[in-house]
């Protein structure tokens, strides 16, 4: 067996068996039995750390351009109402954090928030900067005491997760009675997965470990002791421009070259494409009109066929977890 590489399905135990190649060192595996698609080789913690360098979340934590860091708060003002909208009153959690933004909105509603993180700096940044209280590391190593949160919010984050069923357990865990988990992921079973093929933008190989259909998604929160009460797939944050860059990968112009060049200076792990590959930008920036109109028909199509290229799920914890095959092995 290759190093790192896991044998059997984190979910179910089943077998892995090849799906995709991405590139050179990684592929994507499927379980036989529950279908979950997983990173081939596993990297361990340490390994996949050297993918998220200090420049991922920026340098003074700024990671886009200052039109985008705007748009950026307004998004996390809208996903801090959804979740104050529909939680019990109490605290909420926000596991993985980043640089703190959502606990801070949900402070502004009137709301205690506190988050988890990995990164000591994006943490920093957060108890800093904004005064959020932030516990690093793992959810499961967190100290909060048992059933002690109105909800608990998983953006974008199950995913960078090697054992995510064991952060959902936890998270069933710190929940009150019916508390709120909040789940956003990208979903594979979506029409921008299939078109984008190895190129889709919402892959990030191998900084996601898993790659969640829904189907697979909602098994594990029925398993875990969750009932779903509702998927949306209009994500506005993600799918428009997880359009945009997919059509662009796939058009064979270098990976994700626009994003790169939508960071600031300091968040960007190489230079700007101007400078360091400037025909290849020029073309890109010819390409991004022909691809716009696309993008804005296909983002249409995949809201009204619920297929979106990221979801966003809204759980309940129920009052007992399923006593499912996964939760009686040891
Ligand atoms: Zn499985």
Same mark, same amino acid.
């Given at each position: 067996?290759?190093?790192?590489? =896991? ?79 529909? =939680? ?37 940044? =957060? ?192 009052? =007992? ?10």
């Amino acid at each position: 067996m290759e190093p790192g590489a =896991a044998p059997e399905c984190r979910l179910c135990s089943g077998e892995m068996r090849p799906f995709l190649d991405v590139d050179e060192r990684f592929s994507l595996a499927r379980c036989a039995a529950c279908g979950l698609v997983s990173t081939r080789p596993e990297l361990d913690e340490e390994a996949v750390g050297a993918y998220y360098p200090p420049e991922y979340y920026g340098k003074r934590n700024r990671r886009f351009h200052p039109l985008l860091e705007r748009l950026i708060v307004v998004f996390r003002g809208r996903r801090a109402r959804l979740v104050d909208r529909r =939680a019990r009153p109490g605290s909420v959690l926000d596991v993985g954090c980043g640089r703190g933004l959502l606990p801070a909105q949900l402070r502004a509603l009137g709301r205690e928030a506190c988050g988890t993180e990995l990164s000591e700096g994006a943490a920093t940044h =957060a108890r800093e900067v904004l005064g959020i209280p932030v516990f690093v590391g793992p959810l499961e190593e967190s100290p909060y005491e048992d059933a002690s949160f109105a909800a608990v919010v998983f953006w974008h984050v199950l995913e960078h997760l090697r054992d995510p069923r064991a952060a959902l357990r936890c998270a069933w865990r710190l929940l009150a009675p019916g508390g709120l988990l909040v789940v956003a992921v990208p979903n594979l079973e979506s029409l921008q997965a299939r078109v984008g093929g190895r190129g889709w933008f919402h892959l990030d190989v191998p900084r996601h470990y898993h790659h969640f259909g829904l189907a697979v998604l909602a098994r594990l929160l029925d398993e875990e002791g969750f009932d779903v009460e509702e998927v949306s797939h209009f994500a506005l944050e993600q799918n428009p421009y997880g359009w945009i860059q997919s059509l662009l990968n796939r058009l064979g112009l270098p990976a994700n070259l626009l994003y790169a060049a939508l960071k600031r200076d300091g968040a960007r792990e190489v230079e700007h494409p101007v400078r360091s590959a400037p025909f290849a930008f020029a073309l890109t920036l010819l390409a991004l009109v022909a691809v716009l109109p696309f993008s804005g028909l296909l983002f249409t199509a995949e809201l009204l066929l619920r297929r979106g290229g990221t979801v966003e799920v809204w759980a309940r914890r129920r009052e =007992a977890p399923a006593p499912d095959a996964a939760r009686r092995r040891p």
